[in-house]
């Protein structure tokens, strides 16, 4: 059961439903504890936004009096409880009057607190007149720099100043509008001066030399080199001197308090008993549903799988073809079942014939051997020389079979053993051909490979035998032998018959003869170009027909030269 495809799937299938459940439980706990982060994410933007609001009604405020309906507005509007008391505890306005104070507040509202606010303007807040010309004076800047191509745009500050400023990618690029719009009115200079008395004073305590305001940004212009050091120091008789200042046009530091009102706690989960019945219901529909989609889908998948099975075991000998019409997995799968069904056919076929011809070859030279020596017996014929020398001659191509068929079996296995070694090509050749009278040998420069001296003239020797057997008389047989892009390539050619373009695939068959009428004699026993391939591609080489019918045929063997062979 463990090995069935249709239990795999069914535990699959299980398992699928439990992590799915669990993962809808985990995506459930996750999206409660998302939708808890953002609650409390606009509880604190909603208190962010108090804060700033109280913040800027002090730096706009001189007191604490009218701030009562700001209060109430913000708590009616956030939903918070909202108190506001002085440093020492006395409750200045309160969303819900008479509401217990919290033991520790939760922001301190000090427009000249660490930072001081922006929006706290006091002596510098521009008058009617010195307003008026201060625009007119920055809309003429901002029309000027619009009418050279830059980028510019005028915001208004807290104190009624119109500040123009350049875009970002314009701020390097030099402009004629050389006016400027940021220098002191005379209120803002009376301020800026009271404040550089201030700062002096602080300096001096310092040790360090007296600064001017040029702008009312509060930049310093350090007249003395001695205090470019002590920009720190600086910076902090600024923001001493501001706060001075400005602190009789702001309200007093205050405390804020932010409280949530009273609610009925609501349970995140029901875990009730109807509701862990209603989840166990729902939990095992789906388990039902995935249970049964995996058995449909299961035997829909073991139907073919068991076709196929059937037919491989009804098949006595080999298997036979199914009919399984599927575009899936398991039709490829049948699909290549019959692919080795025909392959495996076919191969039976090629057995069946190899066989029949080899026992066709082996017939001929048996029964003339046995006729002859049966003849001898009955006292028919004498057992003289020329009767032993016909049976030798018998024997051994008997044995010449034999021997053909033994190296095509090795080298079918990969067992056909070579001895190789470093050889002069054009001596191997010469040997060759000088077993084959008649033949013209070329050979290109001193070509050497690493090759089975025996084999490789094996290999020739088979092709020149072939050659002159379908070479008249008066033809030629010619070996060329050279080196090219790194293989020794020898060509055996002649001006025989040739070989028709629909036998060319077929030359190189086993036993296979382009005349059938011929006889051994003349057609030889069909193995030997068989061997001759064999052979080559045993030296990690190949070898390749060209033929023209009527004007001959001409056989390349390619082997790997030796690594420093020169190219020809």
């Known amino acids: 059961m463990t090995r069935s495809l249709v239990v795999r799937l069914l535990g ?38 108090i804060h700033d609001t109280l913040l800027g009604y002090a730096a706009e405020h001189r007191d604490w009096t009218d701030v009562a309906p700001l ?34 507040a939760d922001a301190v509202i000090d427009p000249l607190g660490a930072t001081i606010d922006p929006r706290v303007v006091g002596p510098y807040r521009l008058t009617g007149r010195d307003q008026a010309r201060q625009h007119a004076l920055a809309e003429k800047r901002l029309r000027c720099l619009h009418d050279q191509g830059f980028k510019a745009t005028a915001e208004e500050t807290p104190a009624g100043r119109l500040v123009v400023k350049l875009a970002a990618d314009n701020r390097l690029q030099r402009h004629d509008c050389s006016f400027r719009e940021d220098a002191p009115t005379t209120g803002e200079r009376a301020a800026l001066d009271k404040l550089q008395d201030r700062v002096t004073i602080c300096l001096k305590g310092r040790l360090l030399s007296e600064i001017s305001f040029y702008t009312t940004d509060f930049v310093p212009i350090h007249r003395d080199p001695t205090n470019v050091g002590n920009s720190q120091a600086i910076q902090d008789c600024i923001d001493r001197g501001r706060r001075e200042q400005l602190r009789p046009y702001v309200a007093g530091p205050a405390r804020l308090y932010l409280t949530s009102p009273p609610r009925q706690p609501v349970p995140v989960f029901d875990l009730s008993p109807d509701s862990t019945r209603r989840i166990a219901v729902v939990t095992a529909l789906v388990l039902a549903v995935a249970v049964a989609t995996t058995l449909v889908v299961g035997l829909r998948l073991v139907r073919p799988l068991r076709k196929l099975t059937a037919a491989v075991d009804g098949a006595a000998n080999r298997p036979a073809p199914v009919r399984i019409t599927r575009n899936d997995e398991i039709g490829r799968l ?86 190789l070694g470093d050889h002069a090509v054009g001596d191997l050749l010469a ?47 010619e070996v060329r032998a050279d080196v090219t892009d ?64 009527g004007e001959g045929s001409t056989f390349t063997v390619r082997l790997p030269a030796r690594p420093d062979q020169p190219a020809r």
Not at 449 to 467: C, E, K, Y
């Open 486 to 549: 790194g293989l020794l390539v020898v060509d055996v050619a002649d001006t025989g018959e040739g070989i028709a373009a629909a036998d060319l695939p077929h030359v190189f068959d086993r036993f296979w003869r382009a005349d059938r009428a011929r006889a051994r004699a003349t057609g030889g026993s069909g193995l030997g170009l068989s061997i001759a391939r064999k052979l080559a591609q045993a030296h990690g080489g190949d070898i390749t027909v060209v033929s023209t019918l």
């Open 71 to 104: 209060v109430r507005r913000l708590a009616a509007e956030s939903g918070r409880q909202i108190t506001v008391t002085t440093t020492g505890g006395t409750v200045i306005a309160a969303s819900n009057p008479g509401a217990p104070v919290p033991a520790r």
């Open 334 to 419: 049948a699909a290549a079942f019959n692919a080795l069904a025909d392959r495996s056919e076919h191969s039976e076929q090629q057995r069946r014939t190899m066989v029949d011809d080899i026992a066709h070859e082996l017939r001929s030279p048996l029964t003339n051997i046995r006729n002859w020596l049966t003849a001898g017996q009955d006292g028919l014929a004498d057992l003289d020389q020329d009767m032993v020398r016909l049976l030798l001659e018998e024997t051994a191509l008997l044995q010449h079979i034999v021997d053909d068929l033994a190296d095509l079996a090795d080298a079918d296995a990969g067992t056909l053993a070579l001895t």
């Open 431 to 477: 040997q060759a051909c000088e077993a084959h009278r008649g033949t013209t040998l070329t050979v290109g420069g001193d070509p050497w490979a690493v090759v089975d001296p025996i084999r490789f003239r094996q290999i020739v020797g088979n092709l020149l035998t072939n050659a002159w057997r379908h070479t008249p008389a008066d033809g030629r047989v």
């Open 12 to 49: 699959t299938s299980v398992l699928i439903v439990v992590l799915s459940v669990g993962a809808a439980a985990w995506l459930a706990a996750k999206t409660a504890t998302r939708a808890v982060q953002q609650e409390q994410s606009q509880s604190l933007a909603g208190d962010s936004l």
